[in-house]
């Protein structure tokens, strides 16, 4: 008990830090604009859990355990570098899509494109 007060300032540093714009609060806007207000209410849920699971683990001294095994961290990085370098992928390649003619106006590629406009 004599070390609520202590616990309860880290907690609401948390809470400052999590309602504080940046680009979590970026991506979530980014997100519900692109794709729908669902998926932008998961990824908001999905921050929010692992920002708390974060501050649970560094308020129970979790995380000088994961200091000690630093390679599972090192891991975890490494595969969500890869998977964000793979969701850049899907965004370029899905982009790329998008600005090509045929696509924005529904058109076979070809002779056939050519002679509709010229006849």
Known sequence: ME??????LAFAAF???????????????GTSMSVNRKAGIALALGISAGSFLWASMTAAGLTALIAAYAWVLTAV?????????????????????LNRPQ??????????????FVG
């Open 3 to 8: 070390h609520l007060p202590e616990i309860g």
């Open 15 to 29: 809470a400052v830090g999590m309602f504080s714009a940046g680009p979590n609060i970026l991506s979530v806007i």
């Open 103 to 116: 696509a924005r106006l529904g058109l076979r590629s070809g002779a056939s494109t050519y002679f509709s």
């Open 77 to 97: 990085k490494i595969v969500g570098g890869l998977y964000l370098l793979w969701l850049a992928f899907k965004a370029f390649r899905s982009q790329h899509l």
